[in-house]
């Protein structure tokens, strides 16, 4: 089984950037559409950026569009959103995965924006 490892959260104010990375155990995983979710406390996992398992085609959710960029790296298996301009509401745990059908989740990466 794809095992999955996200990686770059932290603390940023708001306004300011962060690049996270997933680095996935399997070379099959150049074969599958991936997404990026998040999970803040008391809500559900939501899929915040998308990408087809090439990369050409990039989809994201109205409240990240034209923030953050979703790409991905098939050479060394590995997915990456960057975010810009983060609002404290985007402060959450996130993951990556396969769209619809997943693996099984990794650990996720913390992101706080705060002041």
């Known amino acids: 089984q794809v095992q999955l490892v996200e990686s770059g959260g932290g603390l940023v104010q708001p306004g300011g950037s962060l690049r996270l990375s997933c680095a996935a155990s399997?070379?099959?995983?150049?074969?599958?559409?991936m997404g990026w979710y998040r999970q803040a406390p008391g809500k559900q996992r939501e899929l915040v950026a998308g990408?087809?398992?090439?990369?050409?085609?990039?989809d994201y959710a109205d409240s990240v569009k034209g923030r953050f960029t979703i790409s991905r790296d098939n050479a060394k298996n590995t997915l990456y959103l960057q975010m810009n301009s983060l609002k404290p509401e985007d402060t959450a745990v996130y993951y990556c995965?396969?769209?619809?059908?997943?693996?099984?989740w990794g650990q996720g990466t913390q992101v706080t924006v705060s002041s």
């Open positions: 990408i087809t398992s090439g990369g050409a085609i990039t």
């Open positions: 399997e070379s099959i995983f150049i074969f599958y559409a």
């Open positions: 995965n396969r769209k619809v059908v997943y693996w099984d």
